[in-house]
């Protein structure tokens, strides 16, 4: 399933709740350097608004670290980015001690992982080694060096890319790893037009770099209070926790969604529902974002057509829009 | 297409796929009225049919409000109640009190056009669904009072139909729409299938009442006032008790059956009474007369005839009651007659033909009779030597018998070694290649009846089969004879007693053995044998007889029957819709629980939801309030008010109080989808897109 599947409602031209207006400005400031990218983009917000990271998958070119950098420079605070390879180290990522002479002792120096956004690109392209250092960061928003334990920034946002072609030298994520994305989509395909417009505005110059950002790190620690406090509705919530249950069941899937993924599921929801400036869930918030939220987490058994993890992605968000055509809508509460 | 051309497409297949489920039971009903009663209802059925084709199917109704509430009674519905009315009174015309068989094609057919009707007046697909349900009983209804084997092929084809329907109704009947009983809908479909009812019931009473008495009434015609089932002993042989008691048996005419009990033996005496012996068959008919030596036997009775060879066997003495008003002119006895004892005198002769020489016991006296009956293993019949009869009456075959049947019997014969097994060969044939019916069709007057039941009818009732099991075996030189009498009579009316009734008239066979005599045998098929016990009876014939003599029990007379039909219809008619309503309910409960504390935009929705489900529309379970308002609107409503409603639903069943719809805003989609709902009951289209597939 690409992003263009993915009907993003319309906007509320003036939104009335605070975390509303600040998700809109966020928006607004991506979409004047990424085009044609709507959902993509919204999905994105979803993940930044909901507290959990985002793993972008496409053929290279396609726009995906744009994007990445395009909401980076849009919060107002520390942005890195790491270029994954064969080579790097976990103390490449996360940071290590090193000796200080006046001190005598060791002084801790932090990577780039020490950000409010984080970009990892080409992440597949980390060993293994590399990547369980993301684990900690990802989960617990925290890194442990030499036994201490050592606080990332708060909010802290990491994007990760991926090419799903070209795979020599390329370490699959492990389940581990996927289940710590909240949200995993490929771009797709740009209409004519619009890539006509893509490239004749990079003619003219490199253009994210003349984003300025529009939200600060403690306005958007507030706005994603603001999404966790959004209401769900009792029967919003069981109709999420039955699409999870149901991935479970179903006859193509070896391993099914986690706990885990319902709570990300939810808490995506509740962005979505903020983003529309709505103060509460709707399952169709729940529907439209579950292939996004729960496709990559599923492990399926292998079928002949998915070799690589682009289709095994693609094939999972399939999955997920099955199940959830068997997953009847709660319509009352109880 | 357009999609309304679809959707009426759709709805009328649906209703020719009912109509012709009806055609097929009025077809199966067909055997059991005279052709002249069944042509113009058939002629009615054809037009309520084309009626109700042809008609829109849920014509446009005012809209609630403006003032279209006098149009209280559509034309069809009048019209259906004229023709249940009609059905009714013509139903009526033909119920005959005591006469099972025309009774349970009365409530047939009453039903059927019940059910016709309905299909006219029905407003929605489910409540024709219902209405298809009443074809089953009818037909139900029809199979085991008629007792007809032919019944079977419509049957099926009818449940057919039946079921081409219910698959064309699945969608509105057993998932979508199965919301549809909390509110309006069950008393609406209450509604529609009682008023008719109810009135039309009505009007058949007045018109039953009102009606004159006509002769016909009281008398049992010959076609159509038969009884008995394929199975029991039941049998219109030998035309009850005058048949009995006559001298010929014509192959070519039917007798009639009268259910009046003519004799009462104790209990546990045979279950074949004989009474007279055919011996001449000239082709087409039998003849039966006293031969030779006339004996008169005493009114005192006991003496054993003189001068006869003494028939060797089990001898008996029975002690009989007669209960026809009528004389009966042959004396009954349960083997061959040898004494008697009671009122009148009695002649007989050597073949055993004993007969009252003037008038015979009066009603309500008793008789005694001494009889003898062979009594003898199969081996020993295998092994039976001796003097064969010599009479040349005993293998006469009338020129006129086709040779294929000698043909036939010859084959049969060829492979047995004895007597007995030639008689044993060729009653399983007749048992397992023709078919009883009591209603088969009688040859054509000159037509060989013999012929005409082994190789073109293949149907036929004991007359038949005993004919044609005599001219086989003699034709193959086995000495035989046709008996007729009364076979197992009914033990369960009266304790103790053994009550024959001009129904239970047989017709069988007689072979004889050297050295033992003329032993009886019986080849009509579904018969039990002589000495079987009624539990070789089939399932189906015991529930018909318990059926039967359960009927039999209840008040008779005209008023009386028409009360039993009256309850019997509408039990027939509850059970159908209650069963349709449990269908309903227990889908309705399974996928969407309780109703209790359902907001007012959730009911109106509901309510809306259910009316789709009727045009296969509805949202699908799998589809959110957002997906199924964006296929939503089309030319009934502006999209705009729809989907202000539907945003007002979400927010009463997903959002927290605060944000709760107030009262003009609930007001207000309320009246939006009250709207739809009205809009989607005139046909029109609402939902501009198919749903989802339910798998993608």
Not at chain 1, 8 to 13: F, G, I, L, N, V
Not at chain 1, 257 to 275: D, F, K, N
Not at chain 2, 228 to 249: E, I, K, Q
Request: neutral net charge; hydrophobic residues 45%.
């Amino acid at each position: 399933m690409t992003t263009g599947s993915l009907l993003a409602s319309a906007r509320p031209d003036e939104p009335e709740n605070r975390a509303a207006v600040v998700a809109q400005r966020v928006i607004a400031n991506v979409e004047r350097v990424v085009h044609g990218r709507r959902a993509a983009v919204e999905l994105v917000a979803c993940g930044l608004l909901s507290g959990g990271h985002v793993l972008l998958q496409d053929v290279p070119g396609s726009g995906k670290t744009t994007i990445a950098r395009a909401f980076a420079r849009s919060v107002d605070g520390a942005f890195r980015r790491i270029q994954a390879t064969a080579d790097l180290l976990p103390g490449d990522i996360t940071g290590s001690s090193v000796w200080e002479p006046d001190r005598h002792g060791f002084v801790f120096v932090p990577g780039p992982l020490f950000a409010h956004v984080v970009l990892v690109d080409e992440l597949n392209r980390a060993t293994p080694r590399a990547q369980s250092a993301l684990l900690e960061a990802m989960d617990e928003a925290a890194v442990t060096v030499d036994g201490v334990r050592h606080p990332l920034p708060d909010p802290f946002f990491l994007v990760a890319t991926q090419n799903p072609i070209d795979q020599h030298g390329t370490y699959p994520l492990p389940e581990g790893q996927l289940d710590r994305f909240a949200i995993a989509l490929r771009l797709g395909d740009n209409d004519p037009a619009t890539e006509r417009l893509v490239v004749r505005e990079q003619l003219r110059r490199a253009t994210v770099d003349h984003l300025t950002p529009v939200v600060g790190p403690e306005e958007l620690h507030d706005v994603r209070g603001l999404v966790r406090d959004t209401y769900v509705a009792d029967p919003v919530l069981d109709y999420a926790v039955n699409i999870v249950r149901a991935t479970r069941t179903h006859p193509g899937v070896r391993i099914g969604a986690s706990s885990r993924a319902a709570l990300a599921l939810v808490r995506c929801a509740q962005a979505r529902a903020v983003i529309l400036d709505r103060e509460f869930v709707l399952p169709d918030d729940v529907k439209l974002l579950a292939p996004f939220v729960l496709g990559h987490r599923l492990v399926l058994h292998r079928g002949p057509q998915q070799r690589t993890a682009a289709d095994s992605l693609g094939a999972g968000a399939a999955v997920v829009a099955e199940v959830m055509a068997g997953v009847p809508v709660p319509v009352r509460r109880d | 297409m357009t999609r309304e051309a679809l959707l009426a497409q759709n709805t009328r297949a649906t209703r020719i796929a009912f109509v012709v489920a009806g055609g097929c039971a009025e077809f199966a009903l067909q055997p059991l009225l005279p052709f002249v009663e069944w042509l113009p209802l058939l002629a009615l059925f054809l037009v309520v049919a084309v009626a109700a084709v042809g008609q829109p199917f849920a014509p446009p109704k005012p809209p609630p409000g403006t003032a279209g509430g006098s149009a209280s009674w559509p034309l069809r519905q009048i019209v259906a109640v004229v023709v249940i009315g009609l059905a009714g009174a013509v139903a009526l015309t033909r119920l005959r009190p005591g006469d099972v068989a025309a009774e349970g094609r009365t409530l047939a057919l009453l039903m059927l056009f019940v059910q016709f009707a309905h299909a006219l007046a029905s407003r929605t697909r489910r409540e024709m669904a219902l209405g298809c349900g009443v074809v089953v009983p009818t037909l139900a209804i029809a199979a085991v009072f008629g007792g007809d084997v032919t019944l079977v092929l419509p049957v099926t084809m009818s449940l057919a139909g039946v079921a081409v329907t219910a698959a064309l109704l699945h969608r509105d009947v057993l998932l979508e729409s199965t919301t549809a009983v909390s509110a309006g809908g069950a008393s609406s479909t209450v509604r529609a299938c009682v008023a008719p009812l109810a009135v039309a019931l009505a009007v058949g009473a007045l018109l039953f009442l009102v009606l004159p008495d006509t002769p016909r009434l009281r008398t049992h015609t010959a076609f159509g006032g038969s009884a008995g089932s394929a199975t029991s002993a039941g049998d219109r042989a030998t035309s009850g008790v005058g048949a009995v008691g006559a001298n010929t048996l014509d192959l070519n005419a039917r007798g009639t059956l009268p259910t009046a009990p003519v004799l009462a033996v104790d209990a546990s005496a045979p279950q074949y009474w004989q009474g007279a012996v055919f011996a001449d068959f000239d082709g087409r008919a039998w003849h039966s007369s006293v031969q030779g030596g006339l004996q008169l036997w005493a009114p005192d009775g006991g003496m054993l005839r003189p001068g006869v060879a003494q028939p060797q066997g089990q001898g008996r003495t029975d002690t009989a009651t007669v209960l026809s008003p009528d004389a009966v002119d042959v004396l009954l006895a349960p083997g061959t007659a040898t004494g008697y004892a009671g009122a009148g005198a009695v002649i007989s002769d050597a073949d055993g033909n004993a007969r009252f020489a003037s008038r015979g016991p009066a009603q309500n006296t008793t008789y005694t009779v001494s009889s003898v009956a062979p009594d003898v293993s199969d081996d020993a019949l295998r092994a039976a030597t001796g003097t064969d009869v010599s009479d040349p009456r005993w293998t006469f075959v009338p020129s006129t018998v086709a040779p294929r049947v000698r043909a036939l019997a010859a084959q049969l014969a060829g492979s047995t070694s004895n007597r007995f097994d030639t008689v044993a060969a060729i009653e399983d044939y007749l048992k397992t290649h023709e078919t009883y019916d009591i209603n088969s069709p009688l040859p054509q007057k000159g037509d060989d009846p013999v012929d005409d039941f082994l190789f073109v009818s293949h149907r036929g009732f004991c007359e038949q089969f005993a004919t044609a099991a005599v001219v086989m075996l003699r034709s193959v030189g086995v000495p035989a004879r046709l008996v007729t009498g009364f076979a197992f009579g009914d033990t369960s009316s009266q304790p103790g007693k053994r009550i024959f009734r001009g129904s239970d008239a047989h017709a069988w066979v007689q072979v004889y053995y050297p050295g033992v005599g003329w032993v009886a045998s019986d080849a009509t098929a579904s018969s039990a044998a002589s000495g079987a016990s009624s539990g070789g009876l089939s399932l189906r014939a015991r529930i018909a007889n318990a059926l039967k003599s359960g009927w039999k029990q209840m008040p008779h007379g005209r008023v009386g029957a028409f009360v039993v039909v009256c309850v019997a219809l509408a039990l027939g008619f509850a059970g159908t819709l209650l069963v349709g309503r449990w269908l309903v309910r227990r889908r309705r409960v399974a996928s969407v629980g309780a109703t209790a504390g359902d907001g007012p935009v959730l009911a109106a929705y509901l309510r809306l939801e259910r009316a789709l489900a009727a045009q296969a529309r509805a949202r699908a379970p799998g589809e959110t309030f957002g997906e199924f308002a964006r296929r939503l609107g089309g030319l009934a409503i502006p999209a705009g008010d729809v989907h202000g409603a539907m945003r007002c639903l979400e927010r009463e069943c997903y959002a927290t109080g605060r944000r709760a719809p107030s009262a003009a805003e609930v007001d207000a989609a309320v009246a939006v989808f009250d709207r739809l709902c009205a809009a989607v009951r005139d046909d029109v289209p609402v939902v501009v897109a198919a749903g989802p597939p339910a798998r993608r």
